[in-house]
């Protein structure tokens, strides 16, 4: 069974920088895209948006138009591990962050096979 644990989240002011990292285990993580999805307050689970996502090998990424030279996704050196580094934050980042997993490069959120438990990233002064 694969297990997601993200952490990472917290407040921060306006302009300022967060690290969120995910753990994998349970399956061989270089079989796994991952990515991470945020969910913004008052809107439901299926609304969750995508953020950034990454190939199993890391070779390939991808951003949402509005964290594009903001936001970076990378995975250890292990595989088994993400990142999302999240610079200039704006006040519309604030949302609950999920890290996701799936056998497809994550695209979409009907691909995600696994979720995190959610970290909280507040933007706010």
């Known amino acids: 069974q694969v297990r997601l644990e993200d952490s990472g989240g917290g407040l921060v002011q306006p302009g300022g920088s967060l690290r969120l990292s995910c753990g994998f285990s349970?399956?061989?993580?270089?079989?796994?895209?991952m990515g991470w999805f945020r969910q913004a307050p008052g809107k439901e689970r299926r609304e969750r948006e995508l953020?950034?996502?990454?190939?199993?090998?890391?070779?390939?990424?991808y951003y949402a138009d509005s964290v594009k030279g903001r936001f970076t996704i990378s995975r250890g050196n292990a595989k088994n591990t993400i990142y999302l580094q999240m610079n200039s934050l704006k006040p519309e980042d604030t949302a609950d962050y999920y890290c996701?997993?799936?056998?497809?490069?994550?695209?979409?959120?009907?691909?995600?096979?696994?979720w995190g438990q959610g970290t909280q990233v507040t933007v706010s002064s």
């Open positions: 349970g399956r061989t993580s270089t079989t796994y895209a």
């Open positions: 953020v950034a996502s990454i190939t199993s090998n890391g070779g390939n990424t």
């Open positions: 996701a997993a799936g056998l497809e490069y994550l695209l979409h959120i009907s691909q995600v096979g696994y």
